[in-house]
């Protein structure tokens, strides 16, 4: 369930980063952003609005820090080769 609702919040920065370049720039194609980026005239708070919204889309979907509290979850439980409690002698 972590795991859900975190990737969740993710997918949630990324869309909204998505939407505000479209919406800035009428383009999500790099080039054509990097283009009218020159001619665009944008608000003070719209490049790092789309900013932190991609980095958070990028760390929600990377399990980056803070973003990673399903992580350690996921990787409690044993491995197949060491879930054998007894030792194997050859």
Do not use: C, H
Not at 13 to 23: D, E, N, R, T, V
Not at 67 to 74: E, Q, R
Request: avoid cysteine; charged fraction near 15%; proline fraction near 7%.
């Amino acid at each position: 369930m972590k795991a859900f609702v975190v990737n969740r919040i993710g997918d949630f920065g990324l869309m909204l980063a998505m939407f505000m370049i479209f919406w800035t720039f009428g383009s999500l194609t790099f080039a054509e952003v990097f283009e009218r980026l020159e001619t665009v005239r944008l608000e003070a708070w719209v490049m790092p609005a789309i900013t932190l919204l991609l980095l958070l889309g990028a760390a929600g979907k990377s399990a980056q820090a803070p973003l990673y509290v399903w992580l350690p979850d996921a990787m409690a439980g044993p491995t197949p080769v060491s879930a054998s409690s007894t030792p194997r002698r050859w």
